[in-house]
């Protein structure tokens, strides 16, 4: 089998003369081995593979390349209970927790509300050298993730952005999500007024409708190189720079020397509480669905 080697990577980009940016994504094994560890419904699982390319998207523009970026969508009144993804130094991840009963009531195309209810989305960055923290908090709105993205980035960053996802499976049923995300950055040196201050930006528009042509099979097409994609949309632009991207891969931090680490600073009392009747603690893992037990003796002879 050949490999696809435009699976799993970024890929960033700028258009110049339009003071735009771009990243594109395109996620393949790295998303089935995350899927794999759940038997999700296909509209969670659908919304779990958007929300992880939309991840990968953003937390691919950490400047630090050791910080991290965490997306969360939660509420307390739709079937969906939790969405968390986040990002880390090339590794994505991401789970959801739902009400089965419920989820099985929603149609198959469902609105972010048929989903969520009255939710919120919460976008976190995490810089690892200065660490500074900065989160975007908006209403979970629109008809999907990506309006919702959008949102964010308007209300919160103040940038005019377009953000499109795409899901879909190939003839193996093998997922595949893909996602681009293009932005209008300010004009000239550092300090001048973002562009959302002006009357008009004739320059995002037309960055805009272009960008607003991508196809979703485009999107999610494994043999078709991001260059490539990138020189369709914008081949009439003086310059386009390609900026590099990034492979992807699965990321669970569930080590065991981890686990051992954290509840061995617990006091032995509350050690005891957590364990059964066989003295162990069985610590599971929301990500990968993989069940740890420590023995309370081997917590005694961590040092």
Known sequence: MTERTELDRTLGFAILEQHARGRLVRLGPVLDEILSAHAYPPVVEKLLAEALALTALLGATLKDESGQMTLQAQTESGPIDL?????????????????????????????????????????????????????????????????????????????????????????????????????????????????????????????????????????????LPMETLVWRLFHDEKEVRVLGGASLSRGCRCNREHILGVLSRLPQPEQADMADEHGLIRVDCAFCSISHPIALSELATVE
């Open 83 to 223: 969405l968390v993804c986040d990002y880390k130094d090339g590794q994505v991840r991401g789970y959801v927790q739902f009400d089965a009963d419920r989820i099985a009531m929603v149609p198959s195309d469902p609105s972010l509300f048929a989903l969520f209810g009255k939710g919120y989305l919460a976008i976190t960055f995490d810089q690892a050298v200065s660490g500074e923290r900065y989160q975007g908090i908006v209403p979970l709105e629109g008809a999907s993730l990506a309006e919702a993205a959008q949102s964010y980035f308007s209300q919160s960053e103040q940038i005019p952005s377009l953000v499109q996802l795409a899901h879909r499976h190939d003839v193996d049923g093998r997922c595949i999500a893909g996602g681009i995300l293009l932005q209008h950055l300010p004009e000239g040196e550092e300090g001048r007024d973002r562009l959302h201050t002006r009357l008009d930006h004739p320059e995002w528009q037309h960055v805009e409708a272009l960008g607003r042509t991508i196809k979703d099979d485009e999107l999610t097409d494994p043999d």
